[in-house]
Nanobody
Framework: QVQLVESGGGLVQAGGSLRLSCAASGIIFSINAMGWYRQCPGKQRELVAT???????NYADSVKGRFTISRDNAKNTVYLQMNSLNPEDTAVYYC????????????WGQGTQVTVSS
């Protein structure tokens, strides 16, 4: 069984920074794309950023220039550095990964709450 465990969420004032981490564990041969998504109450889950195994990145327009996604393939871990946070960034942030062992799995983490106060 493959699991993703997120950490690093919390409460921060507007203009502040947080760093999210997400570590994959279990039987893993390789991980292709990894990413972060977020969901606000009453809204659909939306993409924040993704990164390929080779390091190519993609960002939502709303976070470009403020958030940076990175990964450590040796540790099966993906990070999200969030700077210049504003109240509109308040959401539950979910990690996602395309994990390969004997099959390919689309795995989600349990989510971590990020709250930005004004």
């Amino acid at each position: 069984q493959v699991q993703l465990v997120e950490s690093g969420g919390g409460l921060v004032q507007a203009g502040g920074s947080l760093r999210l981490s997400c570590a994959a564990s279990g039987i893993i041969f390789s991980i292709n794309a990894m990413g972060w998504y977020r969901q606000c109450p009453g809204k659909q889950r939306e993409l924040v950023a993704t990164i390929t195994r080779g390091g190519s990145t993609n960002y939502a327009d709303s976070v470009k220039g403020r958030f940076t996604i990175s990964r450590d393939n040796a540790k099966n871990t993906v990070y999200l550095q969030m700077n210049s946070l504003n109240p509109e960034d308040t959401a539950v942030y979910y990690c996602n990964a395309d994990v390969k062992n004997w099959k390919v799995f689309d795995v989600w983490g349990q989510g971590t709450q990020v709250t930005v106060s004004s």
